[in-house]
């Protein structure tokens, strides 16, 4: 399974789940962006009255108000999400164990609220990719971390998780307390000691345990409960001890010898690097006019109510109302208080709404004039045209998966993609920060987990005789792609299938429900494989 770079589409850094238990934790999550915002915007009533009579000071310094803004709306959130935290682990404790994926497990529903009360200082943190601010996100909420901790390149769960000193994580790699699998939910605490590397895009999943001086190479995976022992390298979904640390020294400077000494580049035939251009179907121009009026038209409603509300009601109804305490409890200016996030957050949602609306005019354009499945040479003129269609498609879907997917409302990504008439999408899916196309079926309560990739196209042959392969997978109900797989195009599953992490489909697979499937190609393991992997109790418990 070939991996890329983090894609501008993800966000690396302290990692929260989109799964929504029940609808009514999002009354909680809005009370905390309310409740969260209220220092940053007491703050700037403080600053337009300081200098709203100094046009220039306001101005000259508004980049630093600024960023003291978004410092006191990050740690205003944190302030009242560990509140909440606090609050909601005295009525239910967080613990270990493996938990029924439904409503009616409480383990279950409070994992999933303990989660919605973290993500909004979360998100907000990760937008500044400040690894200092991630860090104390981490901290705050219980996550235990040691000195010299590089942990910005990859994501990291924010409970059940202990690191010590001297920890690096590969970029793309997942330190992840959680798992799900078919219909159950493991929590297990995962402890890092210290001088413990993990490589890029791979996984430490719930109950390992990483010794000191331990290594887990790239595109790996540890086992549930495994312990890595210490001066020891591991390679492998599942991760297998293969050397020792002295032995992976000699092998990197093996390595580094032979890339920086002895490489020898070859030169290339301009013949080589020539290719045949041809006409579009579909002009470069149209591509821009349609990303500019996607991008640019769905700001100016949301943008003039914007300038509307706060020169017109925050202006004369707090901003220039004298700051003092009187004035702060006064119930006016309470009531002001409460309104500006709603106001904003209102506002923030209805330029979402027009990017799905100016989105789906395109997408329909192209969508009827697109291919449908099957396989095309990308060298044929009359196929080439319609391909351009298929490619202007993907152009438009790229926008609005990614303001959806990096929104503090990712949950709405199931409604864009069903607005679009892209996907069909059933109740309970959920999906975290994924790589989305077109044409896929999910069924009912599927899972897609961080990084995973499951792709309506593949192109395959050698360059200048190509072929592009497009078919839409097809899951069915309760499927679980869990962090780090994908499912290449035309993949159908069945019922009841849960893909471990570091796995994948191949094109056109047909596999059976009720089962776990590991590997490249994915198969299905046996009762052996899954105790190995997944642990005597969790077997038991399925």
């Known amino acids: 399974m070939i991996f890329i770079s983090i894609p501008a589409t993800l966000r690396e850094g302290p990692r929260t789940t989109n799964t929504l238990a029940k609808k009514k934790y999002l009354i909680v999550y809005f009370l905390l962006i309310i409740l969260g915002a209220q220092p940053s915007i007491i703050w700037f009533w403080f600053y337009w009255q300081l200098f709203r009579h100094e046009s220039f000071i306001f101005?000259?310094?508004?980049?630093?108000?600024?960023?003291?803004?978004?410092?006191?709306?990050?740690?205003?959130?944190?302030?009242?999400?560990?509140?909440?935290?606090?609050?909601?682990?005295?009525?239910?404790?967080?613990?270990?164990?493996?938990?029924?994926?439904?409503?009616?497990?409480?383990?279950?529903?409070?994992?999933?609220?303990?989660?919605?009360?973290?993500?909004?200082?979360?998100?907000?943190?990760?937008?500044?990719?400040?690894?200092?601010?991630?860090?104390?996100?981490?901290?705050?909420?219980?996550?235990?971390?040691?000195?010299?901790?590089?942990?910005?390149?990859?994501?990291?769960?924010?409970?059940?998780?202990?690191i010590a000193n001297n920890f690096k994580l590969g970029q793309g790699s997942i330190i992840s307390s959680s798992l799900q699998i078919q219909d159950k939910l493991i929590l297990k605490k995962i402890v890092i000691k210290s001088n413990v590397t993990v490589g890029i895009h791979s996984i430490i999943l719930p109950g390992t345990t990483m010794e000191n001086n331990s290594v887990l190479d790239a595109n790996s995976t540890s086992a549930i409960g495994m312990t890595l022992d210490s001066n020891r390298v591991y390679r492998g979904a599942p991760a297998?001890?293969?050397?020792?640390?002295?032995?992976?020294?000699?092998?990197?400077?093996?390595?580094?010898?032979?890339?920086?000494?002895?490489?020898?580049?070859?030169?290339?035939?301009?013949?080589?690097?020539?290719?045949?251009?041809?006409?579009?179907?579909?002009?470069?121009?149209?591509?821009?006019?349609?990303?500019?009026?996607?991008i640019g038209f769905s700001f100016i409603i949301p943008g003039f109510l914007f300038f509307l509300y706060v020169f017109g009601v925050l202006e004369p109804n707090l901003l220039n109302i004298p700051l003092n305490f009187s004035n702060i409890f006064s119930f006016e200016r309470i009531l002001h208080l409460i309104l500006v996030p709603v106001i904003f957050v209102s506002i923030y949602l209805l330029h979402l709404f027009f990017v799905a609306l100016f989105t789906r005019?395109?997408?329909?354009?192209?969508?009827?004039?697109?291919?449908?499945?099957?396989?095309?040479?990308?060298?044929?003129?009359?196929?080439?045209?319609?391909?351009?269609?298929?490619?202007?498609?993907?152009?438009?879907?790229?926008?609005?998966?990614?303001?959806?997917?990096?929104?503090?409302?990712?949950?709405?990504?199931?409604?864009?993609?069903?607005?679009?008439?892209?996907?069909?999408?059933?109740k309970g899916t959920v999906i975290e920060e994924s790589f989305l196309h077109s044409h896929i079926d999910f069924g009912r309560n599927n899972y897609l987990g961080t990084y995973t990739h499951i792709t309506n196209h593949l192109v395959d042959g050698v360059y200048g005789k190509e072929n592009l392969t497009f078919y839409g997978p097809k899951l069915g109900d309760n499927v679980i792609f869990e962090s780090l797989t994908g499912a290449l195009p035309g993949t159908e599953v069945n019922d009841n299938s849960t893909f471990l992490p570091i796995g994948s489909t191949v094109k056109l697979d047909k596999l059976n429900g009720d089962a776990i499937y590991s590997g490249f190609p994915a198969r299905k393991l046996n009762e052996k494989e899954i105790i190995k992997l997944l642990g005597e109790r969790i077997q038991d418990e399925k």
Request: charged content about 25%; glycine content about 4%; hydrophobic content about 40%.
């Open 59 to 162: 101005y000259t310094l508004f980049p630093l108000a600024l960023i003291i803004c978004i410092i006191l709306l990050i740690y205003g959130s944190a302030f009242i999400a560990k509140i909440f935290l606090m609050l909601t682990n005295k009525i239910h404790k967080p613990k270990e164990g493996v938990f029924s994926r439904n409503k009616n497990d409480k383990d279950y529903c409070y994992w999933s609220l303990r989660s919605v009360i973290r993500k909004w200082p979360v998100w907000l943190a990760r937008q500044l990719s400040i690894p200092a601010i991630e860090r104390s996100m981490l901290r705050l909420f219980g996550v235990s971390i040691g000195k010299n901790c590089a942990l910005h390149e990859g994501w990291v769960d924010c409970e059940f998780i202990e």
């Open 240 to 294: 297998r001890k293969v050397l020792d640390t002295e032995k992976l020294e000699q092998e990197l400077s093996f390595y580094k010898d032979l890339i920086f000494t002895n490489y020898e580049i070859n030169s290339l035939k301009e013949e080589d690097l020539q290719e045949k251009s041809k006409e579009l179907a579909i002009p470069f121009h149209l591509y821009i006019a349609s990303g500019w009026l996607i």
């Open 361 to 426: 005019w395109f997408y329909r354009f192209a969508d009827k004039r697109g291919p449908n499945e099957g396989v095309f040479d990308r060298n044929l003129n009359k196929e080439s045209k319609i391909l351009d269609y298929y490619h202007f498609r993907s152009f438009l879907f790229k926008y609005p998966i990614y303001v959806f997917t990096r929104s503090p409302f990712p949950w709405l990504i199931n409604w864009e993609l069903r607005f679009l008439g892209s996907n069909k999408i059933g």
